[in-house]
C-alpha cells in the first residue's frame, strides 16, 4: 500500500489552502514556476541541481531549505534524484507579520532581498526540521481539541528553528571571508532609506559617488541581481506588506511609495508579482492582520 504524500488543511470561510504538507520524489511538481498567494518551504533531503527564484539563478544540493515569500516566483530544476517535503501555509493560517517578535522569520527566511532563499542544513539540523515536519503531519491527522493551536506552535518551532540556522550560517559565513565591502553596506543603507522616494539605479549611482554601471556590477557580483531588480522586490516587498496589513486604497500605498500614478504603480505591481494588487489582497488578505 503506498504511504500517503499530501496533508491538507483547507480553510472553511474561505474554502482555500490552509497548510500542507506533500513529500514529493522528483522535481516534476516544480518545473513549472510556481507562483502562489501563500509561503512555501521545501526541505530537499536528496538531489541537487538548479534553483530559479525571481531574477536570480542558485545551486542546491542535498539537505537544503529553501524559503519563498507569498507570490514570489520559483522553480526547481533537479539533475537526478529529488526527494523531500514541501509545506505550504497561507497567512490567514499563520501571519509572520503578525507574529514577528515570536518568531523573526521575516527578513531573514522571508522577504530578504540580500540574500539567498536557500540554506544549507547539517544532517542534524535536516533531522530536527523532518521531525517536526512529522510533528505536524501526526497532528494534521489528530482532529482533537486544540488541534489548530498546537499545529501552530510546532510551525512556530520550525520557523525559529530554520531561522536560527540561517542566521548562523550567514555569521559563520561573514566570519570565514572577508569584510562585506563597505560599498556594500553602504548601497543597502541606502536602498533601505530611500526606496520609497529613489526607483532608479542612477539616484543610487549618484548618492554613492559611482558610476551606475560599477554600482550594477557590484550588485550582480554579491547579491545574484541586477540593481534595477534589487530595487524592484525592495518595493514590492513593502507594498505587499502594505496590502495585507493595512485597509489604505492602492492609490493611497502607490504614492507612498513614490509613484504619482496609480496605474502605472499597478503595473509595476504586476510585472513584477504577476499579479494585479487588488489580486494580491483579495487572495492574501485586506487588513486580516489585525482581525
Same mark, same amino acid.
Not at 504524500?5 to 500542507?20: D, E, H, S, V, Y
Not at 563597505?182 to 529613489?198: C, G, N, P, Q, R
Given at each position: 500500500?503506498?504511504?500517503?504524500?499530501?496533508?491538507?488543511?483547507?480553510?472553511?470561510?474561505?474554502?482555500?489552502?490552509?497548510?500542507?504538507?506533500?513529500?514529493?520524489?522528483?522535481?516534476?511538481?516544480?518545473?513549472?514556476?510556481?507562483?502562489?498567494?501563500?509561503?512555501?518551504?521545501?526541505?530537499?533531503?536528496?538531489?541537487?541541481?538548479? *534553483?530559479?527564484?525571481?531574477?536570480?539563478?542558485? $545551486?542546491?544540493?542535498?539537505? =537544503?531549505?529553501? @524559503?519563498? /515569500?507569498? !507570490?514570489?516566483?520559483?522553480?526547481?530544476?533537479?539533475?537526478?534524484?529529488?526527494?523531500?517535503?514541501?509545506?505550504?501555509?497561507?497567512?490567514?493560517?499563520?501571519?509572520?507579520?503578525?507574529?514577528?517578535?515570536?518568531?523573526?522569520?521575516?527578513?531573514?527566511?522571508?522577504?530578504?532581498?540580500?540574500?539567498?532563499?536557500?540554506?544549507?542544513?547539517?544532517?542534524?539540523?535536516?533531522?530536527?526540521?523532518?521531525?517536526?515536519?512529522?510533528?505536524?503531519?501526526?497532528?494534521?491527522?489528530?482532529?482533537?481539541?486544540?488541534?489548530?493551536?498546537?499545529?501552530?506552535?510546532?510551525?512556530?518551532?520550525?520557523?525559529?528553528?530554520?531561522?536560527?540556522?540561517?542566521?548562523?550560517?550567514?555569521?559563520?559565513?561573514?566570519?570565514?571571508?572577508?569584510?562585506?565591502?563597505?560599498? *556594500?553596506?553602504?548601497?543597502?543603507?541606502?536602498? $533601505?532609506?530611500?526606496?520609497? =522616494?529613489?526607483? @532608479?539605479? /542612477?539616484? !543610487?549611482?549618484?548618492?554613492?559617488?559611482?558610476?551606475?554601471?560599477?554600482?550594477?556590477?557590484?550588485?550582480?557580483?554579491?547579491?545574484?541581481?541586477?540593481?534595477?531588480?534589487?530595487?524592484?522586490?525592495?518595493?514590492?516587498?513593502?507594498?505587499?506588506?502594505?496590502?495585507?496589513?493595512?485597509?489604505?486604497?492602492?492609490?493611497?500605498?502607490?504614492?507612498?511609495?513614490?509613484?504619482?500614478?496609480?496605474?502605472?504603480?499597478?503595473?509595476?505591481?504586476?510585472?513584477?508579482?504577476?499579479?494585479?494588487?487588488?489580486?494580491?489582497?483579495?487572495?492574501?488578505?485586506?487588513?486580516?492582520?489585525?482581525?
Amino acid at each position: 500500500m503506498k504511504a500517503q504524500t499530501a496533508f491538507t488543511l483547507i480553510n472553511p470561510q474561505t474554502k482555500a489552502l490552509g497548510f500542507k504538507i506533500f513529500a514529493f520524489e522528483d522535481d516534476s511538481y516544480f518545473n513549472e514556476q510556481k507562483n502562489h498567494n501563500y509561503y512555501s518551504m521545501v526541505l530537499v533531503t536528496e538531489g541537487k541541481g538548479r *534553483l530559479t527564484a525571481d531574477f536570480s539563478q542558485y $545551486e542546491f544540493k542535498e539537505n =537544503s531549505l529553501m @524559503s519563498f /515569500s507569498i !507570490y514570489q516566483p520559483f522553480s526547481i530544476k533537479a539533475e537526478d534524484e529529488f526527494k523531500g517535503l514541501l509545506i505550504n501555509f497561507h497567512p490567514d493560517f499563520f501571519c509572520i507579520h503578525k507574529h514577528q517578535k515570536e518568531v523573526a522569520c521575516n527578513g531573514v527566511l522571508f522577504n530578504n532581498i540580500y540574500e539567498s532563499p536557500q540554506v544549507q542544513l547539517t544532517a542534524s539540523e535536516m533531522g530536527m526540521l523532518t521531525g517536526l515536519v512529522e510533528q505536524l503531519k501526526a497532528e494534521m491527522q489528530n482532529a482533537a481539541v486544540a488541534q489548530y493551536e498546537l499545529m501552530i506552535a510546532y510551525l512556530k518551532i520550525f520557523l525559529i528553528n530554520a531561522s536560527r540556522i540561517k542566521i548562523d550560517t550567514q555569521l559563520l559565513k561573514a566570519s570565514g571571508m572577508e569584510k562585506e565591502p563597505f560599498i *556594500l553596506k553602504t548601497l543597502k543603507d541606502a536602498i $533601505e532609506e530611500h526606496y520609497k =522616494s529613489k526607483h @532608479s539605479p /542612477s539616484d !543610487y549611482a549618484d548618492l554613492l559617488n559611482i558610476s551606475a554601471k560599477a554600482l550594477n556590477r557590484i550588485s550582480k557580483t554579491h547579491f545574484n541581481k541586477t540593481l534595477s531588480n534589487l530595487i524592484a522586490e525592495r518595493i514590492i516587498i513593502e507594498a505587499k506588506r502594505e496590502l495585507y496589513l493595512s485597509a489604505k486604497p492602492v492609490k493611497m500605498i502607490a504614492y507612498e511609495l513614490g509613484f504619482n500614478d496609480e496605474f502605472y504603480f499597478s503595473r509595476f505591481f504586476k510585472n513584477n508579482a504577476d499579479v494585479s494588487p487588488q489580486i494580491y489582497r483579495d487572495t492574501v488578505g485586506f487588513a486580516r492582520a489585525d482581525a
